[in-house]
């Protein structure tokens, strides 16, 4: 982990001395610019009163010095946002690796209640596992992260992501250049669903033979009559053909003025999309998944998707010139320039509409994979899953919880051999249950992501998970602690029935009475017996020990321990064979000063 953070302090450091040394430049040339033009202007003003040929020589020379200035001014200030955008991405890392991540996206609009085990398992929220892991420079590749965290995957398509993410972990100036392009091109909530909306709108002008017509004949007539007019046509006639040309765009000016607003809303992401599918061009990968995404950016014609893109991007900012008065009434008025660059945009549309849809696809799925591809490097003692198609359900040494401070983690080990099998976890309040469940729990979604798990070894079965850890009342649904829990067990029973599950339970039936509880929780247990699920379940009913006896082949009895000395507890949060021994409720109460006096505790 030292290593890790050292890399990313240096990467700081060094960006901040760039960037302060490409400050310094930006002033001196804005300085030097300054100074050209007032030489090209002292030049002009010489050369009326002295009429000099030198003078114009020295002003005309000025104009290209200016404009030269001018563009190597941009690229700095472009040098400089690059360089502010890659020290925020390297402060963040370091804030994320000490545990100061709650600021960054907590995708908390992905979190659904009915979810078989987001809630629970804290993916999503503040301080979720979402928010930790998210470097996603696209929000399409923030969804398909949250997905990736929601669903199961197939083996074959787990081993693929490992693959890939294990190649893209080692390139941190990839994909550190990556994320910088998405900060440098932030994305509005609406751009996604303004190029579908473009993308399927039918076309106005193109494929209409009178437009493709009158913008390849009229423009040539109109300027050639200008050019005539400087000779030998009378002025009128390129007047005519100008305000004929100007009438045509005033009466499409309202449907082409809405439909360059809904354009410039997405130009900035297309700009964002073609320069992140170049950096996916650019690298010869070796990784199956990454040449096959890397695959899909080359259409039948060979034309690169980044080109294409940026074929779009360039006749979106063309759009834009119409914006400026002048230019826009110089452009329409000789070239049609409105309708055709329309013309030109709607032809792009028909050529790409199926397959920006691919390249979009392909690119965010690399956008989730180099996000796990930063985990990875971030981890270096975590370990890549081994995946079973058979049992062992899971089996693993030194599993924790992957979000908890390195220096405070304690290590348990898990082992369910087979379809059917339940580990049933005793012990007292604090001693550690819940964070055992949410450890292995977490650890299996990432396992199914295709990421690294905080583990020394983890071999495990990909399969469905369903947790039931938090369950509260509802006043707004009219429901109990009690009746939410039982529609919650009702849906793990619908989806056992189904397909077996990998089932994390924490204290069943925490609202009723202790006989009811136990009854239900046997009668619960049993049942996912026969249904061949697998799992976990804490529970402070020692009572519930006993089914290890009767399912001896089923069940296996597992416990935090706590020790009390002088009325304080010490934990070692350490998982052992065998039923809980001590309780800690009513030394706990005592100890806040709830106890009732005269009842011995």
Known sequence: MDEVKQAYQERMISA?????????????????????FLAGVVFLILWFNRDATVFVVLAALSLPAFLGLMQYHAKLFRRKTYLTHFQTINRNELDFLSGAYHHAPDGQSFLSPDHAYA?????????????????????????????????????????????????????LDWRQDFQVTGLTYPEKQQDSRDIRNWLNSAPLFYRHRYYEVITLI???VTVATVIGAFFFLPYQIPAVMIIGQLGLIGYHLKTVNK?????????????????????????????????????????????????????????????????????????????LWDIRIMIRLEKWKEEHCTVFTI????????????????????????VYPVLMDSPPIIRAEKVAHPLLDPDERVYNDISIDGFGQFMLITGSNMAGKSTYLRAIGVNMVLAMAGAKVCAGTFECIPMPIFTSMRIGDSIQNRESTFYAE???????????????????????LKGTNSRDKLLGSITLIEQLISYQCAGLIATHDLALGDLEKEHPENIRNFCFEVE??????????????????????????KNMGIAVEGREV
């Not at 040339?29 to 100074?35: K, L, Q, S």
């Not at 979402?130 to 081993?159: F, H, M, P, V």
């Not at 793990?492 to 339970?505: D, M, P, T, V």
């Open 218 to 220: 009229s423009p040539i």
């Open 16 to 36: 901040g001395a760039d960037h302060s040394a490409v400050r310094k430049k930006i002033l001196a040339i804005a300085i030097t610019r300054m100074a050209v």
């Open 564 to 589: 009390i000395k002088d009325d304080k507890f010490e934990f070692d949060y350490k998982l052992k064979r065998g039923i809980c021994q001590i309780q800690n409720a009513t030394q706990l109460m």
């Open 119 to 171: 809630a629970d398992l804290d993916l999503f929220g503040k301080g979720s596992l979402y928010q930790y892991l998210n470097r996603t420079a696209t929000d399409a590749g923030s969804a398909l992260l949250a997905q990736w965290l929601g669903q199961k995957a197939t083996r074959e398509e787990i081993l693929d992501r490992q693959q890939a993410v294990q190649e893209l972990s080692g390139m």
């Open 486 to 508: 039982l529609k919650r067990l009702r849906s793990l029973i619908a989806s056992g029935k189904q397909e077996k599950q990998f089932i994390l339970l924490d204290e069943i």
């Open 359 to 382: 390249w979009e696809q392909a690119l965010v799925e690399v956008d989730a994979l180099q996000t796990l591809g930063c985990f990875d490097f971030n981890h270096p003692s975590f």
């Open 259 to 335: 439909l360059h607003q809904e354009a410039t809303y997405f130009s900035a992401m297309m700009t964002k999309y073609a320069r992140l599918i170049s950096q996916v061009e650019e690298v010869s990968w070796t990784s199956k998944r990454m040449q096959a995404l890397r695959n899909l950016f080359i259409d039948d014609s060979g034309i690169p998707g980044s080109k294409a893109i940026g074929r779009l991007s360039f006749l979106l900012n063309a759009l834009d010139n119409r914006l400026n008065w002048f230019a826009g009434t110089i452009l329409n008025g000789l070239f």
